[in-house]
């Protein structure tokens, strides 16, 4: 076991998690809205559906190794091409964060739980990063791909889950420090594009 990837994989992850995008972003407006409760009844709900993502990804990726190494390989090539791009793409986007409350209407704890599975599990774009993400940092040559698959999701989520709660009850911190510090916005892109090019080259190499 490469305990060495797997803490890379977790700092790789935590960047990605504190990094402004459409799910913390989304968490941090509902609990400036409406309250710290309901930004972690958001979280729990975005957390839960990566379960789903995790599972299509141990079994279907996990099938692919054992029928064909080198198909395996090509999906590597592809995942790191799909972060290159994702790389481009952060940095051709604005580096604004964009505090629009509106997008925030109240709702129950229940039905925000609800919303936040299927924004996740509904989501296209979820199941092709960790498609891209997770094979790369596979880390025993011993262990079932199945676990390994299993516990880079369950850091995944682990990880997520306390940036994401620390944003929640953080949330009002966080928006007056990045009204005060305007260039914060284009501090996390540089570093987004960094992590994905650097985990791009990790699964190349």
């Not at 880079?152 to 009002?172: D, H, K, Q, R, T």
Request: positive net charge.
């Amino acid at each position: 076991m490469n305990i060495e990837t797997l803490i890379s994989f977790a700092l790789a992850t935590s960047v990605l998690a504190i990094s402004p995008g459409p799910d913390n972003i989304y968490v941090l407006v509902q609990s400036i809205s409406n309250g710290k409760a309901f930004g972690l009844a958001t979280v729990c709900g975005l957390i839960t559906g990566c379960i789903v993502h995790t599972t299509l990804l141990a079994f279907g990726v996990s099938a692919i190794i054992k029928a064909n190494e080198h198909l395996f390989f090509g999906i590597k090539v592809l995942g790191a091409l799909y972060l290159l791009y994702l790389a481009y793409k952060v940095y051709r986007s604005n580096s604004q964060l964009d505090f629009n409350e509106e997008i925030a209407p109240k709702k129950s704890l229940k039905a925000l739980f609800v919303q936040g599975f299927f924004m996740n599990v509904l989501n296209p774009k979820v199941t092709i990063f960790f498609l891209a993400f997770f094979p790369g940092f596979l880390f025993s040559d011993t262990m079932s791909t199945v676990w390994q698959f299993y516990i880079l999701g369950g850091i995944f989520m682990l990880v997520s889950f306390l940036i994401f709660s620390a944003i929640a009850l953080l949330a009002g911190q966080i928006k007056s420090y990045t009204l005060k510090h305007r260039n914060s916005g284009s501090v996390f892109k540089w570093l987004q594009v960094i992590v994905f090019i650097g985990i791009a080259i990790f699964i190349l190499v």
